[in-house]
C-alpha cells in the first residue's frame, strides 16, 4: 500500500512540472536568426546579404558541372558552425576552376567564423562527418556515407 502511494505520489509530481523551454526561447540557427537587429546578436542586413552572395556564387560554381564520373568530384565543408566544423559538406567537380572555388569556401568559412565570436552566435555542436564517397546519379553528385 505504502508502495502504491507513493508511486502516485511521484507520477503526480511527474505531470505536474512544466518545462520552461519552448520553440520560442530556444537558441535559433543561423539562417533562421533575423537579420536587421545587430544588438540582438544577430547579423546585420548587409552581412547576411553578403554571406548570402557569396553562397549563392559557391553553389552556383559547385552545380555548374554535371556528373558523369565520380572519380571527377571532391568535397568540401561550407560554414563553420560555432563550436567548430562545418555546417554542411558540398560537393565540387576538379573540372571548375578549383583554385577559385575554394578561395570563395574559405572565405565564406572565415566569414562565417567572425560572425560566430562577432554575435556569439550557437549551434548544435553535432559532428557532421564527411561523405565516404560521392557516386553520380541522374546527373547529379550523391554523397555515399
Same mark, same amino acid.
Given at each position: 500500500?505504502?508502495?502504491?502511494?507513493?508511486?502516485?505520489?511521484?507520477?503526480?509530481?511527474?505531470?505536474?512540472?512544466?518545462?520552461?523551454?519552448?520553440?520560442?526561447?530556444?537558441?535559433?540557427?543561423?539562417?533562421?536568426?533575423?537579420?536587421?537587429?545587430?544588438?540582438?546578436?544577430?547579423?546585420?542586413?548587409? &552581412?547576411?546579404?553578403?554571406?548570402? +552572395? $557569396?553562397? =549563392?556564387?559557391?553553389?552556383?560554381?559547385?552545380?555548374? @558541372? !554535371?556528373?558523369?564520373?565520380?572519380?571527377?568530384?571532391?568535397?568540401?565543408?561550407?560554414?563553420?558552425?560555432?563550436?567548430?566544423?562545418?555546417?554542411?559538406?558540398?560537393?565540387?567537380?576538379?573540372?571548375?576552376?578549383?583554385?577559385?572555388?575554394?578561395?570563395?569556401?574559405?572565405?565564406?568559412?572565415?566569414?562565417?567564423? &567572425?560572425?560566430?565570436?562577432?554575435? +556569439? $552566435?550557437? =549551434?548544435?555542436?553535432?559532428?557532421?562527418?564527411?561523405? @565516404? !564517397?560521392?557516386?553520380?546519379?541522374?546527373?547529379?553528385?550523391?554523397?555515399?556515407?
Amino acid at each position: 500500500m505504502k508502495n502504491l502511494l507513493f508511486l502516485a505520489a511521484i507520477a503526480t509530481i511527474s505531470f505536474s512540472c512544466k518545462s520552461t523551454m519552448t520553440p520560442d526561447n530556444l537558441p535559433k540557427p543561423l539562417p533562421e536568426r533575423p537579420k536587421e537587429n545587430p544588438d540582438n546578436a544577430s547579423l546585420t542586413q548587409q &552581412e547576411a546579404q553578403e554571406m548570402e +552572395n $557569396l553562397k =549563392s556564387e559557391i553553389l552556383a560554381m559547385a552545380k555548374s @558541372e !554535371k556528373c558523369t564520373n565520380s572519380a571527377d568530384w571532391k568535397s568540401v565543408g561550407l560554414g563553420v558552425k560555432a563550436c567548430g566544423g562545418p555546417v554542411s559538406y558540398i560537393a565540387y567537380s576538379t573540372k571548375i576552376d578549383e583554385a577559385k572555388f575554394l578561395e570563395k569556401v574559405n572565405l565564406y568559412n572565415q566569414k562565417s567564423t &567572425e560572425y560566430n565570436k562577432k554575435y +556569439n $552566435l550557437v =549551434s548544435d555542436c553535432m559532428l557532421i562527418l564527411p561523405p @565516404e !564517397k560521392i557516386e553520380c546519379e541522374n546527373g547529379n553528385p550523391v554523397f555515399k556515407y
